[in-house]
């Protein structure tokens, strides 16, 4: 049987993600946000525990009771079919937006592409090619995700919630050289504009 929470670097190395800053605090928006990420086609979740097998644990769905946990875990299909961990959390700033991420832990990433020591300087370049494999396919994610839920900006890249602010496009604009990768509602539709760095 394959391991794909309990594999002994699974959840270690922090996380590269989808960071969807959904505005100000609302259950409602929070609980519906969680229910289409994971409705999402290449994603099989929830559940509770990240130290227990999903095979062998209680497959949970998306309700108000979601919102007492930070995270919950399942299983992702990446767009080389290799299945490995991943995981939501939530953010809520005390004078801020919520923010929901899903994210794909880099113990996990590392046994399907060559993450090495990124994010650190030297290793950004060399992770050029399995990111663009990556961002693509978060961004699908993301624009799926705003088919059943507005939300202000998604960003893509590592930990990236909180780097950016939608209000800050709003007086600048999408910035001609940028990290991480952007994706901008406006109106019905959402533009991806892929990383530049």
């Given at each position: 049987m394959a391991q794909y929470f309990t594999e002994a670097n699974t959840w270690f190395g922090g996380f590269y993600e989808l960071a969807l800053e959904l505005g100000s605090r609302s259950d409602e928006r929070l609980i519906a946000a969680l229910a289409a990420?994971?409705?999402?086609?290449?994603?099989?979740?929830?559940y509770l525990s990240d130290d227990i097998?999903?095979?062998q644990q209680q497959r949970l769905t998306i309700s108000?009771?979601?919102?007492?946990?930070d995270h919950l875990y399942g299983l992702a299909r990446l767009p080389n079919g290799v299945t490995i961990a991943c995981g939501t959390c939530i953010i809520r700033e005390e004078d801020g937006p919520d923010w929901l991420d899903f994210y794909l832990p880099l113990g996990a990433l590392g046994t399907v592409f060559p993450v090495g020591e990124?994010?650190?300087e030297s290793a950004v370049s060399t992770s050029r090619q399995w990111r663009e494999a990556l961002d693509p396919w978060l961004a699908t994610i993301g624009i799926?995700?705003?088919d059943r839920?507005?939300?202000r900006l998604g960003l893509i890249g590592f930990e990236?919630?909180?780097e950016m602010y939608a209000a800050d496009l709003l007086d600048t604009g999408v910035p001609a050289g940028h990290y991480p990768g952007l994706l901008w509602p406006t109106g019905e539709t959402v533009t991806y504009y892929p990383c530049t760095e």
């Open positions: 990420v994971w409705s999402d086609p290449d994603l099989d979740g929830v097998e999903p095979d108000a009771e979601s919102l007492r946990t990124y994010p650190l799926r995700v705003y839920v507005a939300y990236v919630s909180g």
